[in-house]
């Protein structure tokens, strides 16, 4: 049952949409974040250049545009904004690792509580870039993803 609110954006829950975001990359076996780095991404002995890189991925909440339902008059939709970083030893696994991502995130569709992710998108695949500031140098490609949500 819908529960109508006079705040709309206390009836969305970012939290759930990250978690649920942070799970499907997990389960699709990518080294993921939440902000920052996991534990078993990066230089494998903690030090640029010592060990072999592993490629991962981090998850960062964006805006959300709050907006009247077409669907569900009284209600309201909301598009969040989610971004994905993806770092890597050079610029075919940044890009390998991606799409990856890119792939795990299509027609991803959970329920959120009283909501649901009726569309998700990636609005911009980003560059490929190489990061200089460690050595040996590395790798970044950041993704930006639409998140159009309403209710169940």
């Known amino acids: ?84 970083r993806t770092f890597a030893a050079n610029r075919k696994q940044a890009d390998d690792m991606a799409l990856v991502v890119r792939r795990a995130l299509h027609g991803f569709r959970p329920t959120l509580g009283q909501n649901k992710v009726r569309l998700m998108y990636c609005s911009q695949i980003g560059p490929v870039e190489r990061m200089d500031d460690t050595n040996p140098k590395y790798w970044r490609v950041v993704d930006t993803y639409q998140a159009d949500v309403g209710p169940v």
């Open 1 to 84: 049952m819908l529960v109508a609110a006079s705040d709309p954006a206390a009836l969305f829950d970012r939290d759930q949409l990250m978690t649920a975001i942070l799970n499907v990359l997990s389960n699709k076996e990518v080294p993921v974040g939440d902000h920052e780095a996991p534990e078993i991404g990066g230089w494998s002995a903690g030090q640029p250049g010592t060990g072999i890189f592993v490629a991962y991925t981090t998850v960062f909440s964006g805006a959300v545009k709050v907006m009247p339902s077409i669907l569900c008059p009284g209600y309201y939709d909301y598009q969040a904004t989610i971004n994905t």
